[in-house]
């Protein structure tokens, strides 16, 4: 089924890189491996990217905000310094703490403690069922994405901020249930490897794949 799914994205959209499915686990899955070394979410995105498939836990999560907003661990778990976003200041990402306060408020994240690991792959070879779908494209792309999610006038689409990847693709169409795209942020644009300056990323709870297929190939089929 996600085969099938991965190749019709694909297709439909004339894709570039496969979509790559994410699923939180209560439980570290036995058949598939654990990763090897520490990266930070948006890293583990650009693997999957690259073809592998793995999961990942809080010991192999290296970014305070991978940390943080996809649930691996508590804030209050980190030190003062990380938790004030003082360090976001000295990296000119805002321009006093009180500014990174208030931008931490729109953040979404998982609550800690509930899930044991993230499972990571792309789309046409994970094995399990996935609970959002981060698809990167152009720009044309993402606005076929976005019109065939309100073809039908089922669900409206979120347009992230400039939080990070972590929360904007992942913690947030995982709580809302609703389409969310956006232009990445600093840090994955800093770490990721295959996110090129025009791309732009849509995340996709997975409940919302098929329609959004079937809407896309009658959009294809009416225009002809």
């Not at 948006?42 to 192999?60: M, P, Q």
């Not at 009180?98 to 690991?117: C, D, L, T």
């Not at 976005?146 to 972590?166: E, F, M, Q, T």
Request: with cysteine; net charge neutral; proline share 5%.
């Amino acid at each position: 089924m996600n085969k099938e799914t991965s190749e019709k994205f694909t297709r439909l959209l004339n894709l570039e890189k496969e979509p790559v499915a994410i699923a939180w686990s209560v439980k570290e899955p036995e058949d598939i491996p654990r990763e090897k070394e520490k990266s930070r979410f948006c890293e583990k995105i650009d693997k999957a990217l690259e073809g592998e498939v793995f999961y990942s836990t809080a010991e192999e999560e290296e970014c305070f905000g991978g940390a943080r907003y996809s649930g691996m661990k508590d804030p209050k778990e980190f030190p003062k310094n990380m938790r004030t976003g003082a360090f976001l200041v000295a990296m000119g990402i805002h321009d006093s703490i009180q500014s990174v306060q208030r931008s931490w408020q729109k953040n979404m994240a998982i609550e800690p403690g509930i899930f044991s690991s993230i499972l990571f792959a792309p789309l046409s070879k994970a094995k399990f069922t996935p609970d959002v779908i981060v698809i990167i494209c152009n720009g044309k792309q993402a606005m076929e994405l976005l019109h065939a999610n309100a073809y039908d006038s089922i669900s409206d689409a979120l347009g992230a901020d400039v939080g990070p990847i972590c929360s904007t693709m992942g913690a947030r169409p995982y709580l809302t249930g609703q389409v969310t795209y956006g232009f990445a942020d600093v840090g994955s644009r800093r770490h990721m490897k295959n996110l090129k300056d025009e791309d732009v990323m849509v995340s996709i709870p997975y409940q919302h794949a098929k329609r959004i297929i079937h809407n896309l190939e009658e959009m294809k089929r009416l225009r002809g």
